[in-house]
Structure formats: C-alpha cells, structure tokens
C-alpha cells in the first residue's frame, strides 16, 4: 500500500474535489424526496454559508478584489481550489471596470449529471454562491448571469460590474 505522502498533491486534490462536486447531487437525490419543498430553501442556506468559505479563503491567500477584473480572477481561482482542477474557465475585461467569467466545463454539473438530477438544481446552487460571494467580497459590484450551460447554452457567462449608484431622496 503506498504511502499517503507519495500520493502526488495534484491526486489527492482532484479526489477530494470530486468527492465535494458529487455531494450536492447525492444530498439532492437522497433528501429531496423527503424534504419536498422544503429542501430548496435548506440547500440554499448552505450554499449562502459556502460563500463565507469563499471570503476566508481569499482573505487567507490575500487575493485582491477591489475591482471587476480582480473580483473575477479571484472567484476564478477560489472556484478552482474548492472544487477542482476539473472546473475550467477564463475571465475577459469587457468594459472599463466590467468583466465576465466565462465557465466552459463545471465539476457540479458533470458529476450531478452522474447522479441524475436535475440541472436546474446546479443552477441554483452557484447562484447563491456566486451572487453572495461578490457582494461579500466587495459591497460595490454584484454579479448577473448571462448565459448558462445549466439552460441548454455552450458556457456560462457572469457578468461582474460596479452596483449602479443609489439615487439620493
């Protein structure tokens, strides 16, 4: 039996992360039949909690977040750490302080296809991870799906811009 330590890092990275991308699918399957509606808004709290192991991450690798293009790059690579190398994608600057994420293969999405649920479901988890996560990363910029795989396109587009300004009573 080999040693844990010969294990290559890389290895015992990409298993673990599958493990992480394959439970949502489980829990999904084993509990939502249970839990019936209920479930929606259960899940949805954790995923809301998941962006708080977001925030602690990027604080812990001190990633930067002050504006689109960094906000993008750093949910790009805490993306990839918490859920794996299988994740893939890139980010493009599109307009003076606006980027987009663009996710071309999602870990969630190809092992809960294994598990047979629903896409919607995938959906709706990285939404409220996302959608939390860069509010919380930065109270200025919000993020706004354009496109994805989840609905049938080739990628998923997020866009991540400056909030509008309030207007003044």
Wanted: with cysteine; hydrophobic share 40%; charged share 25%.
């Amino acid at each position: 039996m080999p040693d844990f330590k010969e294990i290559p890092d890389y290895t015992k990275w990409r298993l673990a992360a599958q493990c992480a991308a394959t439970l949502p699918a489980l829990y999904d399957r084993v509990f939502r039949m249970s839990l019936g509606e209920q479930y929606d808004s259960l899940e949805q709290q954790i995923w809301i909690e998941l962006s708080w192991m977001v925030l602690q991450s990027v604080q812990e690798l001190s990633l930067p977040f002050h504006n689109a293009h960094y906000l993008a790059v750093t949910m790009q690579t805490v993306t990839t750490i918490l859920f794996g190398p299988e994740y893939r994608g890139e980010t493009l600057d599109v307009a003076d302080d606006k980027s987009v994420i663009l996710v071309k293969r999602c870990p969630f999405r190809e092992h809960g296809c294994h598990a047979e649920i629903s896409e919607e479901q995938f959906f709706s988890r990285c939404m409220t991870l996302l959608l939390t996560a860069i509010p919380m990363l930065n109270k200025n910029y919000s993020a706004r799906y354009v496109r994805t795989m989840c609905t049938g396109d080739r990628q998923c587009e997020i866009k991540i811009q400056p909030n509008p300004p309030l207007e003044k009573k």
